[in-house]
């Protein structure tokens, strides 16, 4: 069992999908340095692709993403006609540089769009990169789901999706905005199979309003019941002064931080019992699953969308507030789908902002990286620059964590702790102003 020390969970810290963090982010980095970084990729490199349909059917309270409400057809229309010009943008620019191993859609939710329009973008990636047979993933809302979009899924071979199921407690889901019968998520998983879904990954949440440990045990037994292949169990973030739709929550109706530190031991003790193996410290996959081969083997890694078997160095984002990553600078586009509508238009990369990675950030950013997907890290490239010794003591005066000579290792009962240690390392934790979630 996971001992609970809430001195060292009280900071709210990152959830390091890139490093420097989003926080770091600044208006100084523009569509040059977008043009400049696909300039620079050599001509094999491996490079994914991951474009974002910042849109829903229906928006869910607790939501932090990028999206908006799906209501009209000329907007998404708009949308995903802009979206096909800047992908002829990205593909023009890299001149046949670089190979697309593998295509993410995400949003939002993918099935906010018609299933051919969907279809057409796959087609016009692959023409434009000139892709052979990429892994593609896709991000699915059970409640956009049918027939059609199965069929499209299946004719486009496509191997993983991840559905958005977060509760199957029908109070939780109307706390939350997010309504979705049991037998609707049964069908949807059952179409996903038949259209030859390989790797079906399950998004829930913990800390959710009105859920206790005994509430989350039930979905995890109704998620376990429908066979995935991968769990992501996430603990909610509720900020409603950043995220306006998230007041609609009812505060009072939240478990406090002891309780969600519990649901999240309780629920990593009942999937590791059935089978799963914990994939950092909030995945869980079959232990067939390429997720969990890849962290056996020590080839885990983390980006923006999470833990993944990804190795690629170069992640290119199209879409409405989408990320690229290079080796050397992190590049963002413009959150407000008009201006990112308007610069498109104009021929130009739509970046909002980014930052460049210093040698220094590129060192740190790979030993959190290694940290939070293997459990343990040699500092001492980081410990030429300063000592990390004392940031680290009150964890390891815990148990936490052992040194052995510049290597920290991450105790069994760590996982919960990974990322407050991982802040420990971060040299921008104590300039930024950034608003992060809890620990746990």
Known sequence: MWTYHPDLLARPV??????????????????SDMAGGLANLDVNENVSLYLHIPFCR????????????????????????????????????????????????GGGSPNAI????????LEHVERAFRT?????????DPRGFDRNWAAALADAKIQRASLGVQSFDTTVQKLIGRVQPHAHIARTVELLRQAGIESLNFDLMYGLPSQDSAV????????????????????????????PRQRRIDQTRLPGSAERFHQAADAHAFLVAKGFQPVGFDHFARPDDPLAVAARRGQLRRNFQGFTDDTASCLLGVGASAISGFPDRLVQNEKNTGKWHLAISAGRFPVERGIYRSPGDRVRGRAIEQLLCEGEVDL??????????????????????AWHGSTIVLADDALPYARA???RIDAY????????SNAV
């Open 14 to 31: 990152p959830r390091y999908t890139s490093y420097p963090t989003a926080a770091e982010f600044t208006g100084a980095v523009c569509s």
């Open 58 to 105: 229906e928006i869910c309270w607790y939501c932090g993403c990028n999206t908006g409400a799906a209501t009209r057809q000329a907007r998404l229309d708009a949308y995903v006609g802009r979206l096909h010009e800047e992908i002829d943008l990205v593909a023009a620019q890299l001149g046949g540089r670089g190979r697309v191993r593998r295509i993410a859609l």
């Open 114 to 121: 018609a299933p051919t329009a969907f279809s057409a973008l």
């Open 132 to 140: 052979n047979r990429p892994i593609v993933s896709v991000e699915l």
């Open 216 to 243: 989350l045990l039930e979905t995890l037994e109704a998620a376990v019941s429908l066979a995935p292949d991968r769990l992501a169990v996430f603990g909610y973030a509720h900020v409603p002064q950043l995220i």
């Open 380 to 401: 001492a490239s980081v410990l030429d620059q300063t000592c990390l010794r004392a940031p680290l003591l009150d964890f390891e005066q815990r148990g936490l964590l």
């Open 421 to 423: 240690i991982a802040a």
């Open 429 to 436: 934790r104590d300039q930024s102003a950034g608003r992060f």
